[in-house]
């Protein structure tokens, strides 16, 4: 069966710091990957996906960016956090496109402080 | 851009009590899906909607594809303690395998006090 894995769970950075978020996916091949932040526990806004070994499409322009160095992996990373970088992180999966909708991971509470 | 507009933004529930949230759009959509997310957690997938004027059920939940395909309902029935939550619906219009879903900003529902 397919898993999803998303660490660390939660994260305290402090700000003009660097961060990396890992996600992988097992039990599948060639996978559609995704970046969602969700601010104060309300709506889920898209940051990148990717449909590819190394093609990353960029929904919002911000002080993120992502990676997808292996067909499973997915990378979120900042070079300087800013306080607004605050958030539940959560990364998602789906295969075919998105009719059978996104299989999400349990996400990352990142508090930059 | 294409909205979801879900209502209501937030409930508060009494044990016993049915519930009721919908979404709407001013966009067509050939698939309807919706999510619940416990608090900590990534979204689930509840049900998945493929056809104007379907109606399906999982357990106590019951959710139907508008048939102007513009819209979808959820239905909670004899609402429990564990329904807190936030849901969200979410939509795509496809042309092809690829395309991102959309989602509605949540209804968070919780217990009355």
């Known amino acids: 069966s397919q898993t999803i894995h998303q660490w660390p769970a939660t994260l305290v950075q402090p700000v003009g710091s660097p961060l990396s978020l890992e996600c992988t996916v097992e039990?599948?091949?060639?996978?559609?990957l995704y970046w969602y932040r969700q601010a104060a526990g309300r709506g889920l806004q898209l940051l990148f996906y990717s449909v590819g070994i190394g093609q990353i499409s960029s929904e919002v322009p911000q002080n993120l960016s992502a990676s997808r160095p292996q067909d499973r992996q997915f990378i979120l990373s900042s070079k300087k956090l800013l306080l607004s970088d605050s958030g539940f992180y959560l990364c998602?999966?789906?295969?075919?496109?998105?009719?059978?909708?996104?299989?999400f991971g349990s996400g990352t509470r990142l508090t930059v402080v | 851009g294409q909205q979801l507009n879900q209502s209501p933004q937030s409930m508060f529930i009494q044990e016993g009590e049915d519930v009721s949230m919908n979404c709407t759009s001013s966009?067509?959509?050939?698939?309807w899906l919706w999510y619940k997310q416990d608090p900590g957690e990534g979204p689930v997938l509840l049900i998945a909607?493929?056809?104007?004027?379907e109606l399906t059920s999982n357990g106590r939940l019951t959710a139907q594809f508008g048939i102007t395909r513009k819209d979808s309902f959820l239905n909670i029935s004899a609402s429990i303690p564990s329904d807190v939550g936030i849901y969200f619906c979410?939509?795509?219009?496809?042309?092809?395998?690829?395309?991102?879903?959309?989602f509605g900003k949540g209804t968070k529902l919780s217990v009355k006090p």
């Open positions: 909607l493929y056809k104007a004027g």
């Open positions: 998602a999966w789906s295969v075919g496109g998105a009719v059978y909708g996104y299989t």
């Open positions: 039990g599948t091949s060639n996978p559609n």
């Open positions: 966009s067509i959509f050939n698939t």
């Open positions: 979410a939509a795509l219009n496809y042309g092809g395998s690829q395309g991102n879903l959309i």
